[in-house]
Nanobody, 119 residues
Framework: QVQLVESGGGLVQAGASLRLSCAVS????????IGWFRQAPGKEREFLAT?????DYLDSVTGRFHISRDDAKQAVYLQMNTLDPEDTAVYYC???????????????WGQGTQVTVSS
């Protein structure tokens, strides 16, 4: 069993940066693959990145977003740079026993954190 809580979202202007945090509560943190997803209004939830394959970013965020992991703190981070209004969405972290880019493969999800980018 694992529980996840996202934080760090907010309202920023275009071009700004944000760092999202995902606090993971589990006795076996190293056994889980943690992924970041986002869902904009009226759109499907889309995969962004996992810590296992941190070069496997969505094409629209490659070079701007970076994922990292801190085992001591049991936390995963998503650094987002040069934000654009198109990045406005609810951002989620999720956990799976195996790395995957598919939403359905992740049984554990956080509640999400809102990121709004104004022009």
């Amino acid at each position: 069993q694992v529980q996840l809580v996202e934080s760090g979202g907010g309202l920023v202007q275009a071009g700004a940066s944000l760092r999202l945090s995902c606090a993971v509560s589990t006795r076996s943190f190293s056994e889980y693959a943690i992924g970041w997803f986002r869902q904009a209004p009226g759109k499907e939830r889309e995969f962004l990145a996992t810590v296992d394959w941190n070069n496997d970013y969505l094409d629209s965020v490659t070079g701007r977003f970076h994922i990292s992991r801190d085992d001591a703190k049991q936390a995963v981070y998503l650094q987002m740079n040069t934000l654009d209004p198109e990045d406005t969405a609810v951002y989620y972290c999720a956990a799976s026993r195996y790395m995957s880019i598919h939403t359905a493969a992740y049984p554990y999800w956080g509640q999400g954190t809102q990121v709004t980018v104004s022009s």
